[in-house]
Every structure is written in structure tokens, then in C-alpha cells.
């Protein structure tokens, strides 16, 4: 069955940064875009960043741009999110993520952004 664990959450002052992981399995890492998302005490759930298949090509939500960046290894089953300029707003649960007719998540990982 298809899988994704994310790691690498953690307690970080602002201006720091962290890279997330998600590990994938059970599904044909390599054919479909991944996604992150995230979700902040109270609000909804927001597509941060997404890479195509291939790597090729990525995209990022306006909040995020020029400081994070979605990266992929499909030997590894991987995908990685390099987060920079950590503000406290970036404060959420981070997903990953990926769509087969259905969405599938992994369980997330808490990222708090404070002094």
C-alpha cells in the first residue's frame, strides 16, 4: 500500500532553516508529481511547494517563494523540501503528499518557527 513518512521537523528560531524529508512507498515513486502541503494551528490545509515527475519542473505557493525549495531523488524514493528564512508564520504540520485519483498523506511533521 502506498506510504509516505515524513522527518526532519523541529523547533527552529527565525531567520534559521530545516529540510524535510518523505520517504515513499508502495507506488511508483518516479511516474507522479509530489507535493508538500501545510497546515497552521486553526487554518486549512495549503499546497506549499510541487515537483513534476521527473524533477523538471517545480511550483510554489507566493508565501514561500525564494525561500523554499521542493528537490526529489527518485532512486531513493525521496522527496525533500529546503526551508530558508524560516518565519514564524511558516509555523504548521508539513505533509507530503501525492495524487493517484485519491490523495494520499503521510502523518506529517511539526515545524515551529520561534525565538
Known amino acids: 500500500q502506498v506510504q509516505l513518512v515524513e522527518s526532519g521537523g523541529g523547533l527552529v528560531q527565525p531567520g534559521g532553516s530545516l529540510r524535510l524529508s518523505c520517504v515513499a512507498s508502495?507506488?511508483?515513486?518516479?511516474?507522479?508529481?509530489m507535493n508538500w502541503y501545510r497546515q497552521a494551528p486553526g487554518k486549512g490545509r495549503e499546497l506549499v511547494a510541487q515537483?513534476?515527475?521527473?524533477?523538471?519542473?517545480?511550483n510554489y505557493a507566493d508565501s514561500v517563494k525564494g525561500r523554499f525549495t521542493i528537490s526529489r531523488d527518485n532512486a531513493k524514493n525521496m522527496a525533500y523540501l529546503q526551508m530558508n528564512s524560516l518565519k514564524p508564520e511558516d509555523t504548521a504540520v508539513y505533509y507530503c503528499?501525492?495524487?493517484?485519483?485519491?490523495?494520499?498523506w503521510g502523518k506529517g511533521t511539526l515545524v515551529t518557527v520561534s525565538s
Open positions: 503528499n501525492v495524487y493517484m485519483g485519491v490523495n494520499y
Open positions: 515537483i513534476t515527475d521527473s524533477g523538471g519542473s517545480t
Open positions: 508502495g507506488f511508483t515513486f518516479s511516474g507522479y508529481v
